[in-house]
């Protein structure tokens, strides 16, 4: 699909061809506004935002919540990576596919905070993480 930029610069994203689906190669937003909490859209420019890309939140030290629409349906490796201060992730959808690594940097670098569901379950990653198989929130 092809690569676009909101009009706003705050989203890099991909289309998936004849689709309305898109995943979120980049959010710039916290590194340009400084934000603490970053709320991803369901929709981007008319599409919904079904994935988040490897690393497309990272390298970021003032994000310190990250909201997770309901449409996401996937999250790949490393989100939150040299986030230091990214203490809770927020998932208000029915279910969404998770990678193994998608919160692990490195071998003994990993998101350390809480995913909350809409359901007001919390989960740490040491109750899911199973290496090399992809999971599923809810």
Do not use: W
């Not at 706003?8 to 190669?25: E, S």
């Not at 994935?51 to 490393?78: F, G, M, T």
């Amino acid at each position: 699909g092809k690569l676009m930029q909101r009009e706003d610069g705050l989203y890099t994203y991909r289309v998936f061809d004849n689709t309305n689906d898109a995943i979120i190669v980049y959010y710039n937003g916290a590194m340009i506004n400084h934000e603490t909490e970053v709320i991803i859209p369901e929709k981007i420019d008319g599409y919904n935002v079904v994935i988040l890309d490897e690393a497309a939140i990272s390298y970021n030290e003032y994000i310190e919540k990250l909201v997770l629409p309901k449409s996401l349906k996937s999250i790949r490796r490393c989100i939150g990576d040299k986030c230091p201060n990214l203490k809770e992730i927020i998932f208000d959808g029915d279910t969404i596919s998770v990678d193994d690594e998608a919160f692990k940097y490195s071998k003994d670098d990993y998101y350390k905070g809480e995913i909350i569901t809409k359901r007001k379950r919390v989960i740490t990653l040491k109750d899911i993480i199973k290496p090399g198989q992809e999971y599923y929130i809810q």
